[in-house]
């Protein structure tokens, strides 16, 4: 008898993985997040520096969305750890510049000495461990950089948990093997702390069902990656993988971006450095401030609405999702219905006027989100893909 082959994980029936739910946590910025992104949005920096190269200035928003604590300690470093690509040293005198007003501006804020409580991030994150380690589950974190990975361990040591840890300065081989084989064999606690570019080949993680992604990467398919190294052959529970995103921030706009480009862009570009990814006057339209506020996400009402209806979900999920939204989060999105099927997707903008989209363009009501699986694509489909897209996004 003739063993079916799913073209979206390459698995056999009687191979296929344990249930996977991808959820987005759309998180609310704390008081002091929100006036270090308000001031920082409006100063001169960012107000005069639109020759220049954005992705610096989008990663200063994307830190202070992660911590503050990132852009106060070593800061020109940390903004730019985490960024690919080769930077000019004006790039990196423009980091050092807008590092420096960041430092100040917190400076001057007292609430950024109290790590947990200035962090939604890292407060949701204490908020969810123990729900999960009374369960029984082993989680993996994983940060895009180091210092943030340092915040987390920092207050998990405090709430006494045992942990194991994995970053780019573990170069040693044996010693990375060491310490994942420590974990599967269930001798390195319950949390894992990765960065998510570390090892990157042949990692095996099974012993975790659960995946929580602290800052989304410029390119989904890094994000991907830390993921498939949980769900694949040898994993035997369902696996939920939370992905933390700030509302109406940069995260928010470069997910609803990736959500739209990412079915296209992927397979052209996932080896590409990030500026690959957004044009120079995309990545400018990132910058502005929310209409309707940090606490709302639009995106999150806007899946919700198109997707609602596909929930299919069981009672433990159900309850858990209840769970989490006592966490005074903004919402729950299910990034895993998103490439489920082909549909209508509105483009939805708190800043675009009735009608008409950026650049005074007429405004397309809606788009096709195509579901591409891997290895149904060829080559030759791609520029044509990306010509479509291109003009749909106009």
Same mark, same amino acid.
């Given at each position: 008898?003739k063993?079916?082959?799913?073209?979206?994980?390459?698995?056999?029936?009687?191979?296929?993985?344990?249930?996977?739910?991808?959820?987005?946590?759309?998180?609310?910025? !704390?008081?002091?997040? #929100?006036?270090?992104?308000?001031?920082f949005?409006?100063?001169?920096?960012?107000q005069?520096?639109?020759?220049?190269? *954005?992705?610096?200035?989008?990663n200063?928003?994307?830190?202070?969305?992660?911590?503050?604590?990132?852009?106060?300690? #070593?800061?020109? @470093?940390?903004?730019?750890?985490g960024?690919? +690509?080769?930077?000019?040293?004006q790039?990196?005198?423009?980091?050092?510049?807008?590092? /420096?007003?960041?430092?100040?501006?917190?400076h001057?804020?007292?609430?950024?000495?109290?790590?947990?409580?200035?962090s939604?991030?890292?407060?949701?994150?204490?908020?969810?461990?123990?729900?999960?380690?009374?369960?029984? $589950?082993?989680?993996?974190?994983?940060?895009?950089?180091?210092?943030?990975?340092?915040?987390?361990?920092?207050?998990?040591?405090?709430e006494? %948990?045992?942990f194991?840890? /994995?970053?780019? +300065? &573990?170069?040693?081989?044996?010693?990375?093997?060491?310490?994942?084989?420590?974990?599967?064999e269930? %001798?390195?606690?319950?949390?894992?702390l990765?960065? !998510?570019?570390?090892? @990157?080949?042949?990692?095996?993680?099974?012993?975790?069902?659960?995946?929580?992604?602290?800052d *989304?990467?410029?390119?989904?398919?890094?994000?991907?990656?830390?993921v498939d190294?949980?769900?694949?052959?040898?994993?035997?529970?369902?696996?939920?993988? %939370?992905?933390?995103?700030?509302s109406?921030?940069?995260?928010?706009?470069?997910?609803?971006?990736?959500v739209?480009? +990412?079915?296209?862009?992927?397979?052209?570009?996932?080896?590409?450095?990030?500026?690959? %990814?957004?044009?120079?006057?995309?990545?400018?339209?990132?910058?502005?401030?929310?209409?309707?506020?940090?606490? &709302?996400?639009?995106?999150?009402?806007?899946?919700?609405?198109? =997707?609602?209806?596909?929930?299919?979900?069981?009672?433990?999920?159900?309850? $858990?999702?209840?769970?989490?939204?006592k966490?005074?989060?903004?919402?729950?999105? =299910? =990034?895993?219905?998103?490439?489920?099927?082909?549909?209508?997707?509105? /483009?939805?903008?708190?800043?675009?006027?009735?009608?008409?989209?950026? $650049?005074?363009?007429?405004?397309?009501?809606?788009?096709?989100?195509?579901? $591409?699986?891997? +290895?149904?694509?060829?080559?030759?489909?791609?520029?044509?893909?990306?010509?479509?897209?291109?003009?749909?996004?106009?």
């Amino acid at each position: 008898m003739k063993s079916e082959v799913s073209l979206e994980t390459g698995l056999t029936d009687d191979k296929k993985l344990p249930k996977k739910d991808e959820l987005i946590i759309w998180l609310k910025l !704390t008081d002091c997040q #929100r006036r270090l992104y308000e001031a920082f949005l409006n100063s001169e920096l960012v107000q005069f520096e639109s020759e220049g190269n *954005p992705l610096a200035a989008l990663n200063v928003l994307k830190k202070i969305c992660d911590h503050p604590l990132i852009c106060t300690q #070593r800061a020109a @470093g940390d903004i730019l750890e985490g960024m690919d +690509g080769d930077f000019s040293t004006q790039d990196i005198v423009m980091v050092e510049k807008m590092a /420096m007003n960041l430092a100040d501006m917190a400076h001057d804020d007292d609430a950024v000495q109290f790590s947990q409580e200035v962090s939604c991030k890292l407060s949701f994150i204490l908020s969810l461990l123990p729900n999960l380690l009374e369960e029984g $589950h082993n989680v993996l974190i994983f940060s895009q950089t180091c210092k943030m990975l340092n915040l987390i361990q920092e207050a998990i040591i405090l709430e006494g %948990y045992d942990f194991s840890r /994995m970053d780019g +300065g &573990i170069t040693d081989i044996s010693e990375r093997e060491r310490i994942v084989k420590d974990f599967q064999e269930g %001798y390195g606690g319950q949390i894992f702390l990765l960065t !998510t570019k570390v090892g @990157g080949l042949g990692l095996t993680l099974t012993k975790a069902a659960r995946v929580i992604l602290v800052d *989304p990467a410029w390119n989904p398919s890094t994000d991907n990656q830390s993921v498939d190294w949980v769900d694949r052959i040898g994993q035997t529970k369902e696996v939920i993988v %939370y992905r933390l995103m700030t509302s109406a921030t940069v995260e928010e706009k470069m997910y609803k971006s990736q959500v739209l480009k +990412g079915g296209l862009f992927r397979a052209a570009t996932e080896k590409k450095e990030q500026r690959r %990814y957004f044009s120079q006057s995309d990545l400018w339209e990132l910058f502005s401030m929310p209409e309707q506020g940090f606490d &709302i996400s639009l995106t999150q009402k806007q899946l919700q609405e198109e =997707h609602g209806q596909q929930l299919d979900m069981d009672e433990s999920l159900r309850e $858990h999702i209840q769970f989490l939204e006592k966490q005074g989060i903004a919402g729950v999105s =299910h =990034h895993s219905l998103l490439f489920s099927e082909t549909e209508i997707l509105p /483009m939805l903008s708190e800043n675009d006027a009735p009608g008409r989209g950026a $650049h005074g363009k007429p405004k397309v009501e809606g788009v096709t989100a195509r579901t $591409h699986l891997a +290895g149904k694509n060829t080559d030759s489909d791609i520029p044509e893909e990306i010509n479509w897209l291109s003009e749909t996004l106009a």
